[in-house]
DNA sequence: GACGTCAGTCAACACCCTGTCGAGTGCCAT
DNA sequence: ATGGCACTCGACAGGGTGTTGACTGACGTC
């Protein structure tokens, strides 16, 4: 459930046939053009047409390579999740170290990373909504951050560091929900939202008063 | 802006007309049939056919009534809204008297609340992505929450029951934003989502200890 | 070097949904 | 009785999706 594409032919994603058939360049394409018009115009008002067009191809041969649209963003989204994984790193494995900047880190990484892909990643919100899949891969997405939050709390209470109060899985789903909306907030520009310069901190305030109750944490001794 | 409906004929909404002309009924029927259905399924899956039908009359009929199936749900989450309001009532302004009783009572109502349409919130926040006007009507919703937040923060602080620290206004942007995206999910069941019965609960600790770095802050002396 | 196979391609079709137009119908005031 | 207005809907145009079936060309095989 990693990779979402599946396609409708090709059984083996990288079978015999020696290195990039023309087919691998038509999916790759599409995918250019789905992250580039993206940033012009919201993922409703994108068809499939468009798609193939500006991939080069007629509107059934995209159902060669992508069974809808949505599968589409699909794929362009599990890529930024890894992307942010690997942003994040071991970052909170070495929390003790010193609390606040590890957290604070962590935090501009994930702002950093959803903000070089904030077209996409405003699209797959909007698109959450709407489909099933989408839904479920940012539900499981979600749920490994959230797990990954929660233990790296349970440790900051287990060295002293944090004082015991809310169930850590609520806390960190709390934390995580508050993020996630307020980026969507910050960088569709709609609505009430806090200026972009502002986020992280406006963001690690409020997570070190969760977690802490102080915004000045202890590191280890 | 308050009323959303404008509908396509009737220039006065409740004009001279003595009391409910016929179409009154209708577009009540619209509105409940609308309600009805969005229990079962999502917001997308119906399909104007279906509103005029569950109201008994013809497609086109619809369109004299509403202008769009998204005007609909304007109209639904307008009376929402407002609902909400009445819910809240003055709770800001007796905050003093016990701020940890105030806060969670007025969390608490927004959680009845929204929790009594809860199938109507949901489609709102999926709608939200793909139409501007519901995105313009949430946003000044949003924007009088937020500001009402952030008045009662400000004269918490005034009166040394709160710290000072983040500006006011970022702070109930991140506190809003939080309960919205945390509610959301709770209400929706899909995803890492905090049980419905603690839910209250946790957002009170959060808020408390965003806006007092405590969770049990003084009342007035 | 004919031949089957299979990735890749698309014109054409069937379908569904939206929004509009124009021709009604019945009620009410004048 | 008649003109206007609230209200109604059959029929159409348009745009999007997803599928079907025929076609092309490169490749391995005998």
Chains 1, 2 share one sequence.
């Not at 649209?69 to 790193?89: F, Q, W, Y």
């Not at 996630?180 to 939202?193: C, I, L, N, Q």
């Amino acid at each position: 459930m990693t990779t979402a594409r599946t396609g409708a032919g090709r059984a083996s994603p990288r079978g015999r046939r020696a290195a990039r058939s023309a087919g691998d360049d038509r999916e790759t394409a599409i995918l250019a053009t789905a992250e580039r018009l993206l940033e012009q115009r919201a993922f409703g008002d994108i068809s499939i047409d468009d798609l193939a067009r500006g991939a080069g191809i007629s509107r059934p041969t995209f159902y060669f390579y992508f069974p809808s649209k949505d599968a589409v963003l699909l794929t362009l989204l599990d890529r930024v999740t890894e992307e942010v994984d690997a942003a994040a790193g071991d970052v909170l494995v070495r929390l003790a170290e010193d609390p606040r900047a590890r957290w604070r880190e962590l935090i501009q990484r994930f702002h950093e990373t959803f903000g070089a892909h904030r077209a996409l990643v405003l699209a797959c919100a909007q698109v959450r909504g709407t489909n099933a899949e989408v839904r479920r891969l940012w539900a499981a997405v979600l749920e490994r951050w959230v797990q990954a939050i929660e233990a790296a709390i349970e440790a900051e209470r287990r060295r002293g560091a944090a004082p015991d109060g809310l169930p850590a899985r609520d806390l960190a789903i709390a934390l995580n929900s508050m993020n996630e909306r307020v980026w969507y907030a910050t960088f569709a520009g709609d609505g009430p939202a806090v200026d972009e310069r502002d986020v992280v901190d406006v963001l690690l305030d409020l997570w070190l008063a969760g977690i802490y109750r102080d915004t000045t944490p202890p590191p280890s001794t």
